[in-house]
């Protein structure tokens, strides 16, 4: 079973989540440590997958969404026929 690949709006939600996330923790930790950074690139990392992996695929929608709504039958006007003459039977 192959992979399905990420669409552009996964990839594009990703990356920002990653960029902004890691940009984010690194100025309200204040860390300076290697052992840190690499924490929070790790966990910026994991943040940009989850957002990415939500990300709604084009060709997928909820089930209450795909039911169609039940149709009412089309009634068209149908021309009037015109009546046909009466023939009487004749006794043989």
Wanted: charged share 15%; aromatic share 2%; glycine share 6%.
């Amino acid at each position: 079973m192959a992979m399905p690949r990420p669409t552009a709006a996964q990839l594009a939600y990703g990356s920002c989540t990653v960029i902004l996330s890691t940009l984010a923790m690194l100025l309200l930790s204040q860390t300076r440590s290697g052992a840190g950074i690499a924490l929070i690139a790790v966990a910026a990392l994991a943040l940009g997958l989850l957002v990415a992996m939500t990300v709604p695929l084009p060709g997928r929608r909820s089930a209450a969404v795909e039911q169609p709504a039940p149709r009412e039958p089309v009634r068209t006007p149908v021309a009037a026929a015109a009546p046909e003459p009466v023939r009487e039977r004749t006794a043989s």
